[in-house]
């Protein structure tokens, strides 16, 4: 079995604690698609290719935004550690067959930082953050709110456009039914669902039947993915999905696996946000999965940047966490010294 190690002048525990950190990053079905591998003085994320979903995800491009969503994870719990992350994305590696063989990112020793406020503040939420499948309250999105979210995103390279405009709102409501359709007719996509979703709590992966909300309804007004297997449970009355939530769309300057890794931090700034001001987001990802209805949504909505996720906020209750593989399965094995790569600075002496 593989163990952990010190690195970047960390303890083994030290560092298994940054890697439960990265791995409590939302990925689609919670499939955590993500591998490290550990180095003296660097970490490595790599994309777990066998957790790849073909049907849903045919071009890895939600895999590489789950990945950069860990990656956030990590920076921010090495920052939490005093350590100053030196990222370098795709580093080096080449293209096999539409993948990208080698490390995603490099993480390497930069320096001391002590840990800001708000700093403090992501960190707390990555342990607290959830996909919130449930109604929210039909309350109004603060403006303050809108723009810390909007700054998150910047802060991360990435673009979050609000949509305000009904219209636009009504669009985006019938390109999320046509695209949920399309992909239900898909028998692949449909056994994809099966296998990761409604699944009963024994498992480390996947989406367990008691975070996957309650079953839609045909008088919803957004269609969102049935992810109970048709066994969720029905909604008391009256409790229907809030009417005017807050919809953003998450999008990336550039297009391409350095424009997803980064789309991916960005989004989890994003979310980690949501949760440090006491909003619940959920995803509604179908029109951005069906190429020809994404095209569609960037022309209708007139957005010229590249549309990656699509998100519902507003003010929800609490929910169960969804469960994460124990960080000894999330290990790449050791290299041999020879592989050891360059780094620009050294870590501080490794605490015992
Ligand atoms: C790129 C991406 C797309 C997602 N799309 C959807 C979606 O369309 N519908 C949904 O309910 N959840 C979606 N999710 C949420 C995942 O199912 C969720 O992150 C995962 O089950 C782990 O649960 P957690 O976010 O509560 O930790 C998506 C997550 C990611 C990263």
Known sequence: MNTVTPALGLSATEVESVLEAASRAPSVHNSQPWRFRILD??????????????????????????????LLNLRLALQGHGIRPLVTLLPSGHQVGGDWAGPLAVVRYGGH???????????????TRRTNRRPFIDAPVPTAHRTQLVRAAESERGWL????????????????????HEQMANPDFT?????????????????????????????????LRDFTAGRGHT??????????????ILCAFHEGPLAELQA???????????????????????????????????RALKITLNPQAILRLGFGSPVPATPRRPVTDLLMPSPTPTTTQRHSEHPPQRRS
Do not use: M, Y
């Open 41 to 70: 003085h660097q970490i490595e994320l790599h994309a777990d290719l066998d957790r790849r979903l073909p049907a849903t995800d045919p071009e890895n491009r939600e895999l590489r935004l789950s990945c950069g969503a860990a």
């Open 113 to 127: 930082a002590h840990p800001s406020r708000e700093l403090t503040q992501l960190l707390h939420a990555v342990r």
């Open 161 to 180: 456009h609000i949509l305000s405009d009904s219209q636009h709102q009504a669009t985006l409501r019938e390109l999320i039914a046509r695209a949920h």
């Open 191 to 223: 056994a994809e669902l099966a296998t990761w979703t409604g699944r009963e709590d024994n498992h480390h992966d996947g989406v367990p039947l008691s975070a996957g909300g309650p079953q839609p309804e045909p008088q919803d007004e957004w269609v």
């Open 235 to 248: 909604r008391v009355p009256g409790k229907d999905f809030e009417p005017h939530p807050l919809l953003v």
């Open 264 to 298: 991916g931090q960005a989004l989890q700034h994003t979310l980690l946000t949501t949760t440090t001001l006491g909003l619940s987001a959920s995803f509604l990802s179908q029109p951005i999965e069906v190429p020809h209805i994404r095209a569609e949504l960037r």
